[in-house]
Nanobody
Framework: QVQLVESGGGLVQPGGSLSVSCAAS????????MSWYRQAPGKERDMVAT????????TYANSVKGRFTISRDNAKNMVYLQMKDLKPEDTAVYYC?????????????WGQGTQVTVSS
């Protein structure tokens, strides 16, 4: 079954840390660029971080640079987002996204999302 499944969201206090994970299955993970997006209530879904299919380059939204780290494990078909120094404005549903870079397979995939709430 082709799917992305996020996990690890939850409630954290401002200044705290949290990690979310995304498990991929049903497609050739190593051929896909992976990204994390987030969507707060009433706002558009925005890109947070992206990692190349080889894992050799990363890109971050300005709002999270220096605080968030994206990584992947192609052997385990996993992508991770480590978040530190969290702020209330980081509160959102975080989505995992896969975009095919080469070869065959679905061109674009989304997970169901995981809620991250930053509040005291």
């Amino acid at each position: 079954q082709v799917q992305l499944v996020e996990s690890g969201g939850g409630l954290v206090q401002p200044g705290g840390s949290l990690s979310v994970s995304c498990a991929a299955s049903g497609f050739t993970f190593s051929r896909y660029r992976m990204s994390w997006y987030r969507q707060a209530p009433g706002k558009e879904r925005d890109m947070v971080a992206t990692i190349t299919y080889a894992g050799d380059r990363t890109t971050y939204a300005n709002s999270v640079k220096g605080r968030f780290t994206i990584s992947r494990d192609n052997a385990k078909n996993m992508v991770y987002l480590q978040m530190k120094d969290l702020k209330p404005e980081d509160t959102a549903v975080y989505y995992c996204n896969a975009q095919r870079v080469y070869g065959l397979g679905p061109p674009d995939l989304w997970g169901q999302g995981t809620q991250v709430t930053v509040s005291s």
